[in-house]
C-alpha cells in the first residue's frame, strides 16, 4: 500500500473520529459539519479539471496490408434461443 493511500485512510479516520465525537457532544454541530464536508467534497470534485483523453480510435490499417480475420465470431445457438456459440476460425495462414 502506498504512503499516499495510507494517508488518506489515516485522514478519513481521523474525521470520522472527530465528527461521531462532535455528534456526541452537539449532535446538531455534528450534522452541520458533516453536511459541510459533504458539500465541500462534491464541490471539490466539480470543480477539478476534466483531463484530455487521446482518440480512443484504433489507429488506421497501413496501406497495402490486409485486415486479418477474426479468430473467432459468436453465432446464436440454433438449439436454444438465448445461448451463442463461439465458431473458431481454423484457417490459419502459414508463412511459406
Known amino acids: 500500500m502506498s504512503s499516499r493511500i495510507a494517508g488518506g485512510c489515516t ?3 481521523l474525521g470520522t ?5 462532535l455528534s ?6 455534528g450534522i452541520l ?3 459541510g464536508v459533504g458539500f465541500g467534497a462534491l464541490w471539490w470534485a466539480v470543480s477539478r479539471p476534466v483531463r484530455d483523453t487521446a ?9 497495402g496490408a490486409e485486415e486479418e480475420k477474426p479468430q473467432f465470431r459468436i453465432v446464436p445457438d440454433p438449439n436454444h434461443p438465448t445461448r451463442h456459440l463461439v465458431e473458431w476460425n481454423t484457417e490459419r ?4
Do not use: H, M
Open 11 to 13: 485522514l478519513v479516520l
Open 17 to 21: 473520529g472527530a465528527v461521531v465525537a
Open 24 to 29: 456526541a457532544i452537539a449532535p446538531g454541530a
Open 33 to 35: 459539519t458533516l453536511w
Open 55 to 63: 482518440n480512443p480510435a484504433p489507429p488506421p490499417v497501413p496501406e
Open 93 to 96: 495462414e502459414t508463412e511459406s
